[in-house]
């Protein structure tokens, strides 16, 4: 038997570069409704206000309509929760409330796929963050305030720790059923009852939720969903049988509402913008670097409050990470937000896209250096390339307003307390993260950090153990961990 001999290898200069075959997720695993209503009393109800559209940005498709909660729709929501802390779930005995949330934690792990595909088609973001990110971290969330549940008396919150009793929840739309989990599960595990309004871009697995607690049993009114825009979220808020207000969203509507709620009885936390700096010195993997710049600022396509937007690196090896990071970049893939390949999915929203080219022009006429890779974007939908800024100042609006997308400044620095100045030079105090390989360095630099999360040599990872929150216009109080417990209790002294 004969064979043909191997051809010579192609030289790498000529080689066509490694192409991914199509690996879309199926929509049919995701039966939307043509209409929604609103989540109250444990029953799906017409809203009273004007219905609006939700949208797919990758597509611009009209998905599904859905109720707008008027004030007479939040008070009935409110009523609700505050008949179901009264009778039930206030008076329950702790491990009880904590099979609920071992419940709604296991179901949404049965439901896992169809929550991320859901949370895909709604939000923009690629299947492959929501599959193995979002729906996996809000289940973890409820197993672990489950686990808190009958033991809050140990958790050095005083002796007898009570709930507040109504908490009202404004949740925003790039994480929407993780920001969900942040707020709902603490909120039960205490023995509160919630009324939670999501963004209105982004709705629709805040009502997949509301199915999962008719299917774990939870009783009516417990849980409360309303959707709709500013207006309802205003309801909410303030609203005088109302005890406990979370918000995580804008710092000027934070602003808003912390003026709103001045004054009450209300107990409240805000998580609010950020512009990290993300910090690497001379001695960091350059590599290692790399990943965890990228995984800073183009994860969910730059829609991360705490993402690392500042990239602050020592003046020696400014060029090669550059090069490296450009190089790194130029293999991302954006597309198809359920292609299981994509990297950068949609841009949430037309106006936060505006928003985005807004700055990015701004940037360009006050001097930085723009650079995006070779990137086709698609016809339909919101779509902005990874974009990097260099020669970025730190007076320029790039490195000082939040832009909420896959846009990159990138600053220098000769030593280490430039370094630190650098960082702390912003209206915002939300994370940071540190590339050394000096274990005493990190811990230097990040006590003199003002941020509320700093992470050394990876970024945005997160754990529902971990309390997470910020300083300055970051907003205040922890979510998750054993911190973020004490802002659904009342004190010895109330």
């Given at each position: 038997m004969t064979t043909t001999p191997p051809s010579p290898a192609q030289p790498a200069s000529t080689r066509a570069p490694f192409e991914y075959a199509p690996a879309p997720e199926s929509r049919s695993i995701v039966d939307i409704a043509p209409s929604y209503g609103l989540f109250i009393d444990g029953e799906f109800v017409d809203g009273t206000g004007e219905s609006f559209k939700s949208v797919n940005p990758a597509t611009e498709?009209?998905?599904?309509?859905?109720?707008?909660?008027?004030?007479?729709?939040v008070d009935r929501a409110v009523a609700a929760a505050r008949r179901a802390f009264t009778r039930v779930w206030g008076p329950m005995r702790p491990a009880d409330r904590g099979k609920y949330l071992f419940r709604i934690a296991r179901l949404l792990q049965e439901r896992a796929r169809e929550f991320a595909v859901l949370?895909?088609?709604?939000?923009?973001?690629?299947i492959r963050e929501s599959r193995d990110v979002d729906v996996p971290l809000a289940a973890a969330h409820f197993f672990y305030h489950a686990g808190w549940a009958d033991k809050l008396e140990f958790a050095g919150l005083g002796p007898a720790p009570r709930p507040l009793g109504v908490a009202g929840q404004v949740i925003p739309w790039n994480f929407p059923l993780l920001m969900l989990a942040w707020k709902v599960a603490p909120a039960l595990a205490t023995g509160n009852t919630v009324v939670l309004k999501p963004a209105e871009t982004t709705p629709l697995t805040a009502l997949l939720f509301a199915e999962v607690c008719r299917q774990a049993d939870l009783p009516?009114?417990?849980?409360?969903?309303?959707?709709?825009?500013?207006?309802?979220?205003?309801?909410?808020?303030?609203?005088?049988?109302?005890?406990k207000v979370a918000f995580t969203g804008s710092t000027e509507v934070g602003k808003q509402i912390a003026r709103a709620v001045a004054g009450t009885r209300k107990k409240l936390t805000l998580e609010l913008g950020?512009?990290?700096?993300?910090?690497?010195f001379d001695d960091a993997p350059?590599?290692?670097?790399?990943?965890?710049?990228?995984?800073g600022i183009f994860f969910n396509q730059g829609h991360v409050c705490c993402a690392g937007s500042r990239l602050l690196v020592q003046e020696s090896i400014h060029d090669e990470v550059i090069a490296s990071l450009q190089r790194r970049i130029g293999t991302l893939r954006v597309g198809d937000p359920l292609d299981k390949n994509t990297d950068i999915g949609?841009?949430?929203s037309a106006e936060q896209l505006a928003r985005i080219k807004e700055l990015s022009d701004y940037g360009e006429a006050e001097g930085a250096q723009r650079w995006q890779p070779a990137c086709e974007l698609p016809d339909r939908g919101f779509w902005f390339p990874p974009t990097?800024?260099?020669?970025?100042?730190?007076?320029?609006?790039?490195?000082?307003?939040?832009?909420?997308?896959?846009?990159?400044?990138?600053?220098?620095?000769?030593t280490p307390d430039e370094a630190v100045a650098k960082a702390n030079n912003s209206t915002y105090g939300l994370s940071a993260g540190i590339w050394t390989e000096k274990g005493s360095r990190i811990l230097k630099i990040a006590n003199q950090l003002r941020a509320g999360v700093?992470?050394?040599?990876?970024?945005n990872k997160f754990d529902p153990t971990s309390p997470f929150g910020g300083y300055k216009q970051s907003g205040y109080g922890r979510e998750g961990g054993r911190h973020g417990l004490a802002a659904y209790l009342k004190g010895n002294d109330q």
């Open positions: 498709e009209v998905l599904t309509e859905v109720s707008a909660a008027s004030e007479a729709d949370e895909s088609l709604d939000n923009g973001k690629p009516p009114g417990v849980v409360n969903i309303v959707t709709g825009a500013g207006d309802t979220g205003r309801a909410v808020v303030e609203h005088d049988d109302v005890d950020g512009k990290a700096a993300n910090i690497v350059i590599d290692q670097a790399v990943e965890g710049i990228v995984q949609a841009i949430n990097v800024f260099t020669n970025v100042s730190p007076a320029h609006r790039i490195a000082r307003d939040e832009v909420f997308g896959p846009v990159l400044s990138v600053l220098t620095f000769r700093v992470w050394a040599n990876t970024f």
